[in-house]
T-cell receptor, first 112, second 114 residues
Framework: KAGVTQTPRYLIKTRGQQVTLSCSPI?????VSWYQQTPGQGLQFLFE???????NKGNFPGRFSGRQFSNSRSEMNVSTLELGDSALYLC???????????FGPGTRLTVL | AQSVTQLDSQVPVFEEAPVELRCNYS??????LFWYVQYPNQGLQLLLK??????LVKGINGFEAEFNKSQTSFHLRKPSVHISDTAEYFC????????????FGQGTRLTINP
């Protein structure tokens, strides 16, 4: 069974731009969660989608948004990029609540 | 809200020595606990999980962890480490009812010296 895939793996953007990251979950998994990983703040939860609905949301500004498609693939968008948005963005999929999450390799975003 | 504390930010050990990585969580009625490992430039890989049942949980790569409810701990152990175990290790807990939000500790960097 194929694992969680994320594209692109690396991105370089400048301040003020916007970016879209993509995540394809493991086949049969309906829940997709997104996390931000930085050296200073560690791993922080962004949001979770299940059956195209946002079910949980972390403490991030409205510039961070996401969506999920009918095939469970998910995208997250960050608008008006700031230097502090530079991070590794990880996507994780699971069958449903209280099931273990399987992580993708991440997208490393650098904002200049 | 749940919180997770990993008591050591770095742990250096010699190859073939035993290791324990410590994790404490804030108490809750129901707790679901995980240990993940992250190798350089990679995502997180699940080592083991505690959802219910036996308090001693065995995972991949020879790791095990013990759930201790009275001490709110979930320490990770391995009797004999290898160079390939060099990585960052994260303890995590689910937060909330029906939640898929994982709350992570700050991570422990395990360095194996030959």
């Amino acid at each position: 069974k194929a694992g969680v895939t994320q594209t692109p793996r690396y991105l370089i953007k400048t301040r003020g731009q916007q970016v879209t990251l993509s995540c394809s979950p493991i086949s049969g998994h309906r829940s997709v969660s997104w996390y931000q990983q930085t050296p200073g703040q560690g791993l922080q939860f962004l949001f979770e989608y299940f059956s195209e609905t946002q079910r949980n949301k972390g403490n991030f500004p409205g510039r961070f948004s996401g969506r999920q498609f009918s095939n469970s693939r998910s995208e997250m968008n960050v608008s008006t990029l700031e230097l502090g948005d530079s991070a590794l963005y990880l996507c994780a999929s699971s069958k449903d609540a209280y099931n273990e999450q399987f992580f993708g390799p991440g997208t490393r975003l650098t904002v200049l | 809200a749940q919180s997770v504390t990993q008591l050591d930010s770095q742990v250096p050990v010699f190859e073939e020595a035993p290791v324990e990585l410590r994790c404490n969580y804030s108490s809750s009625v129901s707790v679901y606990l995980f240990w993940y490992v992250q190798y350089p430039n990679q995502g997180l890989q699940l080592l083991l999980k505690y959802l219910s049942g036996s308090t001693l949980v065995k995972g991949i790569n020879g790791f095990e962890a013990e759930f201790n409810k009275s001490q709110t701990s979930f320490h990770l152990r391995k009797p004999s480490v290898h160079i390939s175990d060099t990585a960052e290790y994260f303890c995590a807990v689910f937060e909330g009812q029906g939640a898929q939000k994982l709350v992570f500790g700050q991570g422990t960097r395990l360095t194996i010296n030959p």
